[in-house]
């Protein structure tokens, strides 16, 4: 029997919603079938199978939450079991966080020559798909005695540093390799001379588990801490809110390398040494207090923990008082109530347009164009569009023009870097445009719309905005915005204030338009009169800047001509 359990999602993703089993017990399944639909922040992603044979039994059921690690099924016949990731393009928001993932254990070279003369050792398998790593510390010389077992160097790879042992004993003669080389698997790391075949025993060194970024570290740590007791839970001061940015930045005593910048050993057992490296401190700067001054696990801890108070403190003075929600009233006094949980798109939705609205200042700018023109020549030009496979929508036309002005007006093209004290303008121009679906708000964007038609537009947006009601829209497709389009026009209302989308520094919204009389040669005219809304964030943008945007827009609306001709 075969275990499938649920991969690694991407990068501080640690559970998700089941929507649905694509399986069922007895259903055979082949490595790389989709096996379930899993919603987690921002979208909802395929889970493939990384084994095959026949579903035995399933452990979950449709709507439960599920972390990575959790056993989703069984297989009779099962072959492989380690579960591949689906694809980084959907990657997702975070939640919360297991054990760190392990590493494979380094498999000791055991080859031994029973020949005279040098015996030689090379670098053994790492583990899956590894095949070189950075030497980052040697802990031997020529001339130094080893035993079978004895950590000999630190090895850094893609994912972590791990201690490599010798799988051979005795006298080292030549050491070939040096200090930030890279170095294969398989390549002569150094040779003995008196070397003698050694018995295996077991290992004594646990797994080497992947080194936790550094904010995963504070939060093992944390978690680790609290399991101590409500006195040392108390030692740490409470998280700021969510979203913003971390509520501190990692001192730069956390994050180092156990050993890398030092040549001495330590007093410390191999899983104490782990220890330090998962939590991101230098074991050096590490006080023991045990005899002949060795470091202990709960060394490390203190130690880590007084670096995370005094981080979180320095970043607490320097925000000043953070806000916090106003305790609720009991509403039962007054009738039923019903609490269900924020969840998915529309939590994370929550989060962002909190960030958004915290971070910004806001102003909001009104303006009307004239479509009447417009209209005629969208009505004319509709069929090509639905030949290409999309609708010439008002928002179609308006993601022409916003590109068109964004050349005109590049600061709305931009993005604040306040710790730099810089304006980044950007050389590409992506709008996203907001999609209402049955989950919330969705942002998919749209790249290189400057140089793009309309007709190619009007086929983009409608198969975009499909994949978001259709649940398929991926994180790749949502990420890089440098302006947004918001269309409330299909609904309703004649103006509104919508939120900028952070890190963008503006947002146009477009309300339903109306037939108004409009004062033209000497006579009041029936025209078709399109609302414009333009937020945009008051640190970059001025308001007569903004005032010129909106109108250079309400204009292109207006005369479609000025789009060949200025943009």
Not at 157 to 174: F, H, L, N, Q
Request: net charge negative; aromatic share 4%; with cysteine.
């Amino acid at each position: 029997m075969t275990e499938f359990k649920l991969p690694e999602l991407g990068e501080n993703i640690e559970q998700g919603e089941l929507v649905r089993l694509m399986i069922s017990p007895g259903a055979s399944i082949t490595e790389g079938q989709p096996v379930m639909e899993l919603e987690t922040d921002k979208a909802v992603v395929e889970v493939p199978s990384s084994i095959a044979g026949v579903v035995k039994e399933i452990r979950v059921k449709e709507g439960e939450k599920i972390k990575v690690g959790q056993v989703i099924f069984t297989l009779e016949n099962g072959a492989g079991g380690v579960a591949r990731a689906p694809s980084p393009a959907k990657e997702v928001a975070p939640a919360a966080k297991p054990s760190p993932p392990v590493v494979p254990p380094v498999q000791p070279d055991r080859r031994k020559s029973t020949a005279p003369g040098p015996t030689e050792f090379r670098l053994p398998e790492l583990g899956e798909n590894i095949s070189q790593g950075e030497l980052v510390r040697l802990m031997i010389a020529p001339g130094n005695k080893v035993a079978e077992g004895q950590p000999v160097m630190e090895l850094e790879t893609d994912k972590a540093v791990v201690e490599v042992p010798s799988s051979i004993s005795g006298v080292v003669k030549d050491v070939l390799v040096k200090q930030g080389e890279k170095i294969k698997v398989g390549q002569v790391i150094f040779t003995l001379g008196g070397a003698a075949p050694s018995q295996p025993e077991p290992s004594r060194h646990a797994p080497v588990e992947h080194i936790s970024e550094q904010h995963e570290a504070r939060l093992s740590l944390q978690a680790a801490l609290r399991a101590e007791g409500k006195a040392e839970h108390e030692a740490l001061p409470p998280d700021l809110p969510q979203p913003v940015e971390p509520a501190f930045a990692m001192p730069a005593q956390l994050g180092k390398v156990a050993g890398t910048a030092h040549g001495e050993p330590v007093p410390a057992a191999p899983h104490v040494r782990r220890l330090a490296r998962e939590v991101g401190v230098d074991i050096h700067d590490v006080k023991g207090s045990g005899p002949g001054g060795r470091i202990s696990e709960d060394d490390v801890k203190a130690h880590a923990k007084s670096l995370l108070i005094s981080a979180t403190t320095a970043a607490q003075a320097s925000r000043g008082t953070a806000f916090t929600a106003p305790e609720l009233p009991d509403f039962t006094k007054w009738g039923m109530v019903e609490r269900v949980s924020i969840r998915g798109v529309r939590r994370k939705t929550a989060e962002h347009l909190w960030q958004a609205w915290t971070t910004i200042p806001h102003v909001t700018q009104h303006d009307k164009a004239d479509t009447t023109e417009l209209e005629q020549l969208r009505a004319k030009f509709a069929p090509r569009a639905e030949q290409a496979g999309g609708k010439m929508t008002v928002t179609t036309i308006a993601l022409k023009v916003c590109a068109s002005a964004l050349k005109i007006f590049p600061q709305f093209n931009a993005s604040i870097d306040l710790a730099k004290n810089e304006i980044v303008y950007k050389q590409y121009i992506n709008i996203g445009v907001a999609v209402d679906t049955d989950r919330g708000l969705l942002v998919p964007v749209i790249r290189d719309v400057d140089k793009k038609n309309i007709v190619e537009l009007a086929a983009e947006l409608t198969q975009l905005s499909q994949k978001a009601r259709d649940k398929k829209l991926t994180l790749a497709e949502m990420e890089g915005g440098t302006f947004t389009i918001t269309n409330l026009g299909g609904i309703g209302g004649t103006g509104f204030s919508p939120i900028v989308n952070y890190p963008e520094v503006a947002i146009l919204g477009l309300s339903r338009s109306s037939m108004e009389p409009v004062w033209s040669n000497g006579k009041f005219e029936p025209r078709l009169v399109l609302p414009l809304s333009l937020s945009y964030d008051h640190r970059l943008i001025d308001g007569a800047d903004a005032a010129r945007f909106l109108r250079w827009i309400a204009e292109a609306f207006e005369q479609p001509f000025l789009l060949s001709v200025q943009g």
